[in-house]
């Protein structure tokens, strides 16, 4: 009789363990598939992900100048973009722009003020490559002579108030928001046609 009991729990037991052994082998497996699954390059709750998707569904077509895009980092062609810009009451353009390359991705905050010198134009102020999530990927300082990049920190309070500007302005639901004229993003200065007298 205590052999037949005996005999008895060892098949539960067997049971059992096999049964543990199957989960257990099973856990890497799901895991494994888990981690193949396709994941979204970027959180829909990235920081810049609404205002990104504003400039995008309601932004002019526009484009930034090879040289620029370079230095920028997104490739060596004019950059088409999205683009959603405002003035400020001292003439400087504050510029959100989306990239619609999608080999050339990216986002581009610009403060640009447009500078006229005798016989050329040209822009001074700061450029910021960043992307959804909102981390700061390349600075870059432009002026009359071009644009070079600086350190990230050296504009970085900068970078941080233009995305606080066009979160609040452009996740904003007020209709009455109106857009300046988009500015156009060159590298270099340009010179202007003479007048004819």
């Not at 895991?31 to 002019?60: H, I, M, N, W």
């Not at 504009?155 to 606080?164: D, L, P, V």
């Not at 452009?170 to 209709?175: F, G, Q, Y």
Request: charged share 20%; aromatic share 6%; glycine share 6%.
């Amino acid at each position: 009789m205590l052999h037949a009991v005996l005999t008895l729990l060892l098949a539960r037991v067997w049971h059992h363990s096999k049964l543990l052994f199957a989960v257990l082998a099973l856990i890497p497996v799901a895991l494994l598939a888990q981690s193949l699954a396709p994941t979204p390059p970027y959180s829909d709750q990235a920081e810049l992900s609404k205002v990104e998707d504003r400039v995008l569904s309601q932004g002019t077509v526009e484009s930034i100048a090879p040289e620029l895009a370079a230095i920028l980092g997104v490739g060596s062609d004019r950059l088409p973009v999205r683009l959603k810009s405002f003035r400020t009451t001292d003439g400087i353009s504050l510029a959100f722009a989306v990239s619609t390359n999608p080999k050339q991705q990216g986002i581009v905050l610009s403060a640009l003020k447009t500078i006229t010198d005798k016989m050329k134009i040209y822009s001074v102020g700061t450029a910021w490559l960043t992307d959804r999530s909102g981390t700061l990927r390349r600075t870059i300082g432009v002026d009359a002579s071009g644009a070079r990049v600086l350190p990230d920190s050296s504009r970085a309070s900068e970078f941080k108030n233009i995305k606080g500007f066009f979160a609040k302005k452009l996740e904003a639901t007020d209709p009455t928001i109106t857009p300046s004229p988009s500015p156009k993003m060159s590298a270099t200065g340009a010179k202007r046609k003479e007048e004819t007298k």
